[in-house]
Nanobody
Framework: QVQLVESGGGLVQAGASLRLSCVVS????????TGWFRQAPGKERQFVAA????????GYADSVKDRFTISRDNGKATVYLQMTDLKPEDTAVYYC????????????????????WGQGTQVTVSA
């Protein structure tokens, strides 16, 4: 059974940095395309960043490009989201996701492309 467990969220001031981690167990991590999504209260879940299963190709939402970086450590079966210059509008619950069925796609920006999800970690950025 594939399980994803996020950590690293918290309350920070605007301009600060945080690193989220997501440990993936129960599957061959090096075969998984991964993604990070976020959901603010009253809003739909939105794409943040994604990484191809080979770690070569990454994609980012325009709102986080140049501030957030997704990376992976296959030895630790962990995907990271390094967040810098955080803004109040980044406040949300952040979810990591994985799929072992990316086919010829590098990754998906739609939540429908992912089969497995973590429980989420709260990130709150104060002004």
């Amino acid at each position: 059974q594939v399980q994803l467990v996020e950590s690293g969220g918290g309350l920070v001031q605007a301009g600060a940095s945080l690193r989220l981690s997501c440990v993936v167990s129960g599957g061959t991590f090096s075969s998984a395309a991964t993604g990070w999504f976020r959901q603010a209260p009253g809003k739909e879940r939105q794409f943040v960043a994604a990484d191809s299963r080979d770690g070569v190709t990454q994609g980012y939402a325009d709102s986080v490009k140049d501030r957030f970086t997704i990376s992976r450590d296959n030895g630790k079966a962990t995907v990271y989201l390094q967040m810098t210059d955080l803004k109040p509008e980044d406040t949300a619950v952040y979810y990591c996701a994985a799929t072992y069925n990316s086919g010829h796609y590098s990754y998906f920006t739609s939540s429908r492309g992912y089969d497995y999800w973590g429980q989420g970690t709260q990130v709150t950025v104060s002004a």
